[in-house]
Each structure stands twice: as C-alpha cells, then as structure tokens.
C-alpha cells in the first residue's frame, strides 16, 4: 500500500534534506516515499506541488554543495528570465571558488573560479528564531573585501530543519513556509560590482541582487558575467541564442559585453567569447531565428540584418526576419505559430508585398532548420549568388 501523503507546515513548498526531515522527526523515511514529495538529487527531496523548473534544480543542487558557489553561464541566464537558456533536466552550471573542492555530481556541472570571494550576494538581515530551535553560536568574523572567507568546513552536527526553513542559516534552497504556492520569479537585473581579486585583472566579481522567494535566494552571476560563461561554455549556436535574447530582454548591452571581453582577452576563453559576441544581435525575435542566423553565417554566408525595414512604394514598412539588403534577399523563419490561419494570411500577404518589391524571399521551417539544414544552406546561397553575391 502507498504511504499516505503527510505535508508537515514546515516543509510546505520546500526543497530540503530527506535525512535532516527523518532526523528532527518530521516525515518518516516511509513518509519520505508518498505523492506528497519528489526526490531531486541524491537525499534532496521537495513538495510534489513545485514547478519542474531549471530553478528547482539549482535549488537541489545547492543544497549539496558549500557555501560560495554560485549559479553561472546558461543556468543563471535561465534565472534571469531566460527561460530557453535551460530546462528542469539540464545540467545545473555552478562557478566554485578555487580553494573549494567540489566532486563530480549527477547533474553537475563545475567550473573553477579564481576570484576570493567570486561573488556577493548581500548581507544576511537577522532573523528571529522559532521557539525550539537554537541559535548558531559561531563567533567568526563575517566575510568583507579585506577579510575574505576562507574554506568552508562541514559541521558534524547540523542544526534542525525548521532553523534552516526559517532563514537562520546560509542554507541555499530553503526559505520560510510561504501562504501558497510560490510565485513566477521576475528576472532581477544585477549591477555589475568593481571588485577585482588582487591579482587577478580578469572578471570583476559582481554584486548580486539573488533571487529571492519560496526556495531561499539563488546566488547567480549577474548578466553581463552570464553572457561571458555562455560565450565560454557552451556551443556557438546554443550560446549566441542565449546572449541574444539577454541582449534582446535588456539584462544587459552591447558596451556592457565589449568591456567584460576586453577585460578578459588574454583569459582561457576570451577569443571565443569576443568571437561570439560579435556574432550576437538584439535584434533576433526568437531563439530559432537566432540559430537560423548563426548556422548561417557559420556555413559561410555573408551576416545578414535581423528586422531590416524594408519600404515599399505604397508607404508600407516590412521587417524580414533576415535580409542581405544589398542583394534584395531574405529569409522568414516559419516557426509553429505560422500555421495559425490569420497569421498564415498576413505572412503571405508580406511575402506577396516583398517579392512584388524585387525581393526573392526564401521560407524555413522548423523542421527543415533541424532537419533539413545542408540543403536550407545550399538554396539560401544559391539565391545570393543569382543575386551577385560572390564569395
């Protein structure tokens, strides 16, 4: 027989330990086993009720790791609200300090950081203490840009949950018990800090505004840092797709993305990334044109312009999704929406418009950027070529 689904209040919307909810008597390992919770990662579990998202997962994540590591690349991209950047099944990227050591974990993914401390994410308030539960007596001095925190070490006695629920101690990924549900997290814009770990003329480590809410704050790096680990991290495609819609989003800007690749040219990475930022457009209405553009450019073609206003003799304006203006060439991305009847109308009206203007106007679908693509490749050159273009 299934256990009955028992929620106590205090892990009401919560991811927390298993081991710590059976040690202070609150579920039972049984219990631990009902609908009411899911199992993340190993010995972290969570109210069955939260949306599987890439920020469950960090939460899990960061639970099992120590304090000082930070959310980075697609990951905090993903927190910011950018929602393509990752899903609830994707590795969680996390930037480690360099005295840490972090193991290999499933649905890890580490990157070692030089910066002491890499990053901060804003002084604790106090808080009250619930009746039963004790207060931390550490006496250690709090960590600042002259006394920097050294290595953390894990206690043999950890304190009860309902302390850590209640927001007493740096547990990431635990938060007091909320009314309801918890809320869709707006993306928060980071200010970029001025910190520079002596010797290091690399990355500043930024100042943090976390995400805050059921789930405790998630410490990310802010965006214009997020571009840079995309830009090193990831793969071109998936990168510029990412990059161009914090760019298109307003997290961050072209001036803020030249300064941190300038500043981090002679680092591992910092070719690739300048390299990529330049391949980078606000302008991309969606993360398939973006991928459309850059497997483009990448198989040899000249850069096309994102949104190019195009107008016509009769006043009107069109906006092509891509266009080689020189060569009256462009290329619409068709994507699932497109089959919707009234948008089907306008697009064809639109092309029927461009191409009694001299255009030669090709159409990609879905199916045939991911599928299809060599030969996408072949007729879109073949259409500049007719046009002039010459390599």
């Known amino acids: 027989m299934p256990p009955r689904p028992h929620r106590p209040d205090a892990l009401t919307w919560q991811v927390f330990r298993g081991s710590d909810a059976v040690r202070d008597g609150l579920l039972s390992e049984h219990q631990l086993r009902s609908a009411a919770w899911v199992r993340l990662r190993h010995d972290i579990y969570a109210d069955a009720r939260l949306e599987r998202d890439h920020a469950l997962a960090c939460r899990a994540t960061l639970l099992r790791l120590p304090p000082g590591v930070v959310v980075g690349g697609p990951s905090a991209a993903y927190l910011h609200g950018i929602e393509h950047a990752a899903t609830f099944t994707d590795d969680v990227h996390v930037v480690v300090p360099r005295q840490l050591r972090v193991g290999a974990q499933r649905g890890l993914r580490v990157h070692v950081n030089a910066f002491t401390p890499?990053?901060?994410?804003?002084?604790?308030?106090?808080?009250?203490?619930?009746?039963?539960?004790?207060?931390?007596?550490?006496?250690?001095?709090?960590?600042?840009?002259?006394?920097?925190?050294?290595?953390?070490?894990?206690s043999t006695a950890r304190p009860p949950i309902t302390a850590r629920l209640a927001g007493q101690l740096p547990n990431v990924g635990t938060s007091p018990r909320p009314a309801g549900p918890p809320p869709r997290q707006d993306a928060v814009v980071a200010e970029p800090g001025s910190t520079v770990a002596p010797g290091h003329g690399l990355m500043p480590a930024p100042t943090l505004t976390p995400v805050c809410g059921p789930g405790g704050p998630i410490p990310r790096s802010d965006p214009g840092r997020a571009a840079w680990e995309t830009a090193v991290w990831l793969d071109p495609v998936r990168a510029v797709t990412i990059v161009d819609s914090l760019l298109g989003q307003g997290l961050t800007d072209r001036a803020a993305l030249t300064g941190i690749a300038a500043r981090n040219a002679n680092r591992p990475g910092g070719r690739r990334a300048q390299w990529l930022f330049d391949l980078t457009d606000a302008g991309a209405q969606s993360p398939p044109e973006s991928q459309l553009r850059v497997r483009?450019?990448?198989g040899g073609l000249p850069r096309p312009s994102v949104q190019h206003p195009v107008r016509l003799p009769n006043g009107v304006v069109l906006h092509p999704d891509l266009a080689w203006p020189e060569y009256?060439?462009?290329?619409?991305?068709?994507?699932?929406?497109?089959?919707?009847?009234?948008?089907?109308?306008?697009?064809?009206?639109?092309?029927?418009?461009?191409?009694?203007?001299?255009?030669?106007?090709?159409?990609?679908?879905?199916?045939?950027?991911?599928a299809e693509f060599p030969a996408v490749l072949r007729e879109v050159r073949a259409a500049l070529v007719a046009r002039g273009w010459r390599r």
């Open 118 to 154: 890499p990053f901060d994410i804003g002084p604790r308030q106090p808080a009250e203490f619930p009746s039963g539960a004790s207060r931390p007596t550490s006496t250690a001095r709090p960590p600042s840009a002259s006394h920097p925190p050294s290595t953390p070490r894990r």
């Open 296 to 298: 483009l450019v990448l």
């Open 328 to 370: 009256r060439v462009a290329v619409e991305y068709d994507g699932q929406w497109h089959a919707d009847a009234d948008q089907l109308h306008r697009d064809r009206r639109r092309l029927n418009l461009l191409v009694s203007a001299g255009w030669l106007v090709l159409h990609v679908t879905s199916r045939r950027l991911h």
